[in-house]
């Protein structure tokens, strides 16, 4: 894969170019937004993995003006910021995933292999459409077959993932980390009973089911 890596720790940078290069990737690296903004929108890569904190631009703002652009190339967050709210804004403006520091390497490139089986999706920001749901980013609204939803903060998060990601089964560690950034253990029950209770407000009343598991895997959204 072609990978532009927007970080601006030196050691962070080396660490990433050496091991992403030795598993076959092309790796990109630069140090901040305003060069990672020029890059990407010129050039074409399968994933960018774009850090939060940077010099002028910070990650956000790279994002939001790389989708208002037009461009849909998947971005992960890597990012050692780990409150809910932060990653529902990056969800908001188009990420595809969230990869909390410290991270397993291993992991990285999991979550990078998975988006690189995305299909290319639209671009994010606004609108976001999934059969006859509807997610309205900036707005915060969600409506199924023109009814409007009430979903608390996590289930609104859960969904965005899921809606970004739509086709594509995630498993729950992926979704445990990218809601609460913590390990798996702790919070195996809690991604269960987040799905059921997206699931009542979101699949309960409507006669099909957007929201499917897919056993010892995990959940997709899929209409
Ligand atoms: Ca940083």
């Given at each position: 894969?072609?990978?532009?890596?927007?970080?601006?720790?030196?050691?962070?940078?080396?660490?990433?170019?050496?091991?992403?290069?030795?598993?076959?990737?092309?790796?990109e690296?630069?140090?901040?937004?305003?060069?990672?903004?020029?890059?990407?929108?010129?050039?074409?890569?399968?994933?960018?993995?774009?850090?939060?904190?940077?010099?002028?631009?910070?990650?956000?703002?790279?994002?939001?003006?790389?989708?208002?652009?037009?461009?849909?190339?998947?971005?992960?967050?890597?990012?050692?910021r780990?409150?809910v709210?932060?990653?529902?804004?990056?969800?908001?403006?188009?990420?595809?995933?969230?990869?909390?520091?410290?991270?397993?390497?291993?992991?990285?490139?999991?979550?990078?292999?998975?988006?690189?089986?995305?299909?290319?999706?639209?671009?994010?920001?606004?609108?976001?459409?999934?059969?006859?749901?509807?997610?309205?980013?900036?707005?915060?609204?969600?409506?199924?077959?023109?009814?409007?939803l009430?979903?608390?903060?996590?289930?609104?998060?859960?969904?965005?993932?899921?809606?970004?990601?739509?086709?594509?089964v995630?498993?729950?560690?992926?979704?445990?980390?990218?809601?609460?950034?913590?390990?798996?253990?702790?919070?195996?029950?809690?991604?269960?009973?987040?799905?059921?209770r997206?699931?009542?407000?979101?699949?309960?009343?409507?006669?099909?089911?957007?929201?499917?598991?897919?056993?010892?895997?995990?959940?997709?959204?899929?209409?």
């Open positions: 894969m072609r990978v532009l890596l927007v970080e601006d720790e030196e050691k962070t940078i080396g660490y990433l170019t050496r091991g992403l290069s030795e598993n076959g990737h092309a790796v690296a630069v140090r901040n937004g305003a060069d990672a903004l020029e890059l990407a929108l010129h050039y074409e890569f399968d994933a960018i993995i774009l850090d939060v904190m940077l010099p002028g631009l910070d990650g956000w703002e790279v994002l939001k003006r790389l989708r208002a652009a037009g461009r849909a190339t998947p971005v992960l967050f890597l990012t050692a780990d409150h709210e932060d990653r529902v804004r990056g969800f908001d403006l188009g990420a595809n995933d969230y990869l909390i520091k410290p991270f397993a390497f291993a992991e990285l490139l999991a979550r990078l292999r998975n988006l690189a089986r995305l299909p290319k999706a639209a671009p994010g920001g606004g609108l976001l459409v999934v059969g006859d749901l509807e997610i309205d980013t900036l707005r915060h609204r969600v409506t199924r077959a023109g009814q409007g009430q979903l608390t903060a996590k289930e609104y998060a859960l969904l965005l993932l899921l809606a970004r990601n739509q086709g594509r995630l498993s729950r560690t992926l979704i445990a980390e990218a809601i609460w950034g913590l390990f798996y253990d702790q919070h195996s029950n809690a991604v269960d009973a987040l799905v059921r997206l699931r009542a407000k979101l699949d309960t009343p409507f006669a099909t089911a957007l929201l499917h598991t897919i056993r010892g895997t995990g959940y997709v959204l899929d209409p």
